[in-house]
């Protein structure tokens, strides 16, 4: 497969392709973050150019991925909480003119009938090659373990130990950034917080939520938090900082 990089507002893309492209991306509670809802709109438009997709020769996306940048002087202890909170330092870095030196790969999605092929990888040294033409030193990100899900009880820093014989990580999400050479930084176990209302999250899971309490979630990777008196649930997801460079 030939693929050729382009940023994803250079065209516009057919509306059956997007639904390919994301027939299998994020959970739908993921929108849920309301905190990050409030900065998309200036990421979308500063930091446009850190937004790529993969298509192949037929000019059909195949995978797509974004990233955004942040000031960070590469210690651990001074990383983001998560992905909400590098989203919060992207846009006030850019407001009060501080140059980014750190390149955040926010997620990347796989056309589901293509999964297995090494695109997810093509995609991350794409989005890499982003950080190294701006000058950047660093590459990180807050990365969402798909295995996680079957082991909601698990704390986020036992999940990051779990590694196969051969020593990579148990999880093929983290496996994926290992193999380009990314190295877990830390836990981050509350990257982001959703919320919503009773309906609001059984519309999101179909699942009913007779009582308050916690639950199991498909594709939760944690338990989300029902407090029926307030018509509110609260999923705080936990990820992973790696870092490519």
Known sequence: MTLIVVRTDARTWPDEQMQELFGEGFPEFITADRLAKQYIGRI?????DL???LVDERGVPV?????????WDGR???LPTGYTQATICAVEGREQGVHPDTLVICGA?????LKGRGLAGEMLKAL???AEDAGWPRVIAPVRPTLKAR???TSIEAFMRWAREDGLALDPWIRTHQRLGARILAAAPESQTMTGTIAEWERWTGMVFPETGDY???EGLSLLRLDRSADQGTYVEPNIWMRHI
């Open 44 to 48: 979308r438009e500063w930091f446009a």
């Open 51 to 53: 937004n790529l997709t």
């Open 63 to 71: 995978a797509t991925g974004w990233g955004i940048p942040i000031r």
């Open 76 to 78: 651990t202890e001074t």
């Open 109 to 113: 999605i796989v056309t589901p009938s």
């Open 128 to 130: 890499r090659q982003l």
């Open 151 to 153: 082991y909601p009880l």
């Open 216 to 218: 199991v979630i498909p």
